[in-house]
């Protein structure tokens, strides 16, 4: 004799169906108002997507011809090898000058944003107009990648890293000017008050009242910023200004491919050293 | 003593600084003097905006760039945040892998892809998309991962109870609680990607950069305004455009239970 068999969960739901869905018509209904709209936007997006993909010369034949080349220059790139010693010193040092940039870009940049932060805080600033111009200056030069930022700089005092901190730092005023300008708004008014109340003028205002309480905040983005800035000033080597940049894309436009994965693994190593260092101190600073 | 040092490596140079700082306002000076002659390029918007019709095509690529390079990103990300979601798959092996995937992808910057892709796939779009895209696994995958990891386990354990299937336990225990994040996070990324479209061209990578790069090498100032411009003014509409459509998303999802 054998044991009556125990049904699943998923077995007794299956049997007892058309019970279910007597029971639960709305559950069971296949199309929506909601489902529908989902699927619309989604046949929508992918529409796009597909229109796009043929606009912009994407084929076939294209995309394997690409994978076939890129599969090969993997190939080139194992081991990763610097070549010579001169070289590998050469590398070291554009990392050098890299690290260099993107620590002096974001410190001025964050000394000329503080003030700049005060003027476009709601709470804090001189009038709605102030408030306001403030606002969009902050918002243009946000809207302008560092790229850019780096050629016109390299414009105007030549190339080298010079023209990569200052292109740095300008990009970085838009962006600290913004989060410093949403830290002062957040403040605590209390603090504000009770200073007003014991006669404080506008400056003792901010000086007593607002700033001890964002610069811990201010600080903890200037750090994020720093690690976000090790990346971008990678790359702005590329246009002229200064750093590992301008070797990465000479190396891989001459094809050397094995310098090229040497460089890409270094700089994830640096990337991940300081993140992981300004991680330790962010927290240090939050704890 | 670190700044000083970072200043001696950089070729901190203040003389220098002095010296063009004037060259720098000067700059923005010639940038908004027109060239013909007479004024200031307000005056003359026909005169300053003479070749529109080619930026706005541009522009318009630019946003495609964009556009299809999020989407396959968000497609990728979304493939590979359940594999690199700890709640999903109990394998450490297959999950370190997908994460280290997603690692390699967001750190290395796209413009670098897109040097890459350059000389593998030809000048062009599609190697501007391909990059964005690649750069976009890596930073999608990432958030829409930590999205699964923060979902409500009852759903899952229900669905698994129920006998399903893990795709089908995807499907429908965990998909409904995460789609409006996802879509709020790929709206984001969208922004970001409008930005960086807009340089791709520098490197031969299709979109609006190309034209930009060329006429400040070539220092036609005036070329160079209005194609700033109409970035700024494209990433500015962008921006509103997704975060009106964020606040929807966001709003809807705290609508329904």
Redesign the interface.
């Known amino acids: 004799m054998s044991p009556a068999r125990v049904l699943t969960l998923h077995e007794a739901a299956l049997a007892d169906r058309a019970g279910l869905i007597a029971r639960h018509p709305a559950v069971f209904r296949r199309v929506t108002a909601a489902r529908l709209g989902t699927s619309l936007t989604a046949a929508a997006a992918l529409g796009l997507l597909a229109f796009g993909l043929w606009r912009l010369e994407f084929s076939p034949g294209r995309i394997a011809g690409g994978l076939a080349q890129l599969l090969h220059f993997l190939g080139m790139m194992l081991p990763p090898d610097p070549g010579s010693a001169s070289r590998a010193f050469l590398i070291l040092r554009g990392l050098a000058e890299t690290l260099a940039i993107a620590l002096l870009g974001t410190l001025l940049a964050a000394a000329v944003a503080l003030p700049l932060g005060f003027l476009a805080a709601r709470n804090t600033s001189a009038g709605r107009l102030v408030h306001f111009l403030s606002r969009r200056a902050l918002d243009s030069i946000r809207g302008v990648d560092a790229l850019i930022w780096a050629l016109i700089w390299v414009s105007v005092v030549g190339l080298g890293p010079f023209a990569g901190v200052l292109a740095i730092m300008t990009s970085d005023i838009g962006t600290f000017g913004k989060l410093f300008s949403e830290a002062i708004e957040a403040t605590d008014r209390r603090a504000v008050e009770g200073v007003t109340s014991a006669g404080g003028g506008r400056l003792a205002r901010i000086r007593f009242g607002v700033l001890p309480a964002v610069l811990p905040v201010m600080a903890g983005q200037v750090l994020y910023m720093f690690e976000s800035n090790t990346r971008s000033s990678t790359i702005i080597g590329i246009v002229g200004a200064g750093g590992i940049g301008l070797m990465l894309s000479e190396m891989i436009r001459t094809l050397e491919w094995g310098v090229v994965s040497f460089i890409v693994l270094l700089v994830l190593v640096a990337v991940a050293v300081i993140d992981t260092i300004s991680g330790r101190l962010r927290a240090g600073l939050a704890g | 003593m670190?700044?000083l040092?970072?200043?001696h490596?950089?070729?901190?140079?203040l003389s220098?600084?002095g010296r063009?700082l004037g060259?720098?306002f000067g700059?923005f000076d010639r940038l908004t003097a027109l060239e013909a002659g007479g004024g200031r390029v307000w005056t003359d918007p026909a005169e300053w905006f003479w070749g529109w019709r080619k930026w706005g095509l541009l522009l318009a690529?630019t946003l495609?760039?964009a556009?299809?390079g999020t989407?396959?990103g968000a497609l990728g990300g979304f493939l590979l945040s359940f594999v690199a979601a700890a709640n999903l798959v109990a394998n450490p092996w297959t999950r370190g892998m997908a994460r280290r995937f997603l690692e390699?992808c967001r750190?290395?910057?796209d413009?670098?892809f897109a040097?890459?892709?350059v000389?593998?796939?030809?000048l062009?779009?599609?190697?501007g998309?391909l990059a964005i895209a690649i750069h976009s696994i890596g930073a999608l995958g990432k958030l829409f991962s930590e999205v699964i990891e923060n979902i409500d386990s009852k759903p899952v354990e229900g669905a698994a109870?129920?006998?399903?299937s893990w795709v089908a336990m995807l499907r429908f225990a965990v998909l409904p609680q995460v789609?409006p994040n996802f879509a709020s996070y790929a709206l984001l990324r969208f922004e970001v990607n409008v930005?960086?479209a807009?340089?791709l061209g520098?490197?031969g990578a299709?979109g609006i950069g190309q034209d930009?790069?060329e006429a400040?090498r070539k220092?036609y100032y005036n070329d160079v305004a209005a194609i700033?411009v109409l970035?700024?003014v494209t990433?500015?509409l962008i921006d509103l455009g997704t975060e009106r459509l964020r606040h929807r998303l966001i709003g809807a999802m705290e609508r329904s239970p």
């Open positions: 670190l700044a040092l970072a200043g490596v950089a070729e901190v140079d220098r600084l063009h060259d720098f700059y690529d495609l760039i556009y299809a989407a396959l390699f750190t290395v910057p413009i670098v040097l890459i892709f000389i593998a796939f030809g062009g779009p599609v190697p998309v109870a129920a006998g399903a789609l930005r960086q807009s340089v520098f490197v299709g930009l790069i400040i220092f700033l970035i700024i990433v500015m």
